[in-house]
Nanobody
Framework: DIHLVESGGDLVQPGGSLTLSCAAS????????MFWLRQAPGSKSLEWVS?????????NYADFLKGRFTISRDNIKNMLYLKLNNLQTNEPGMYYC????????RGQGTQVTVSP
């Protein structure tokens, strides 16, 4: 079975940092672009945050991040990461990792809460 399992979400103060992790299993992780998405509290929609190519040579970020987030991966450990720096009070939400090619696979999400 194909699985994506996110972890690392927590309660942080404004300006704080977190590193989210996503453990992949059941497929050739090293062959796929991988994505992070976010669902704001009370919203039904997902917004794209970042993505990374299989070889990690290219990364892309949503404009609103303003350089504060960093996506990375470890193809030996089958892990995807998202480092969140300087979190703002309007940025809490459920963060999901996702594989899109060959059928969308998404994890259960990890909750990030930003509060003084």
């Amino acid at each position: 079975d194909i699985h994506l399992v996110e972890s690392g979400g927590d309660l942080v103060q404004p300006g704080g940092s977190l590193t989210l992790s996503c453990a992949a299993s059941g497929f050739a992780f090293e062959l796929y672009d991988m994505f992070w998405l976010r669902q704001a509290p009370g919203s039904k929609s997902l917004e794209w945050v970042s993505d990374i190519t299989p070889d990690a040579r290219r990364t892309n970020y949503a404009d609103f991040l303003k350089g504060r987030f960093t996506i990375s991966r470890d193809n030996i450990k089958n892990m995807l990461y998202l480092k969140l720096n300087n979190l703002q009070t309007n940025e809490p939400g459920m963060y999901y990792c996702e594989r899109e090619r060959g059928g969308t696979i998404r994890g259960q999400g990890t909750q990030v809460t930003v509060s003084p």
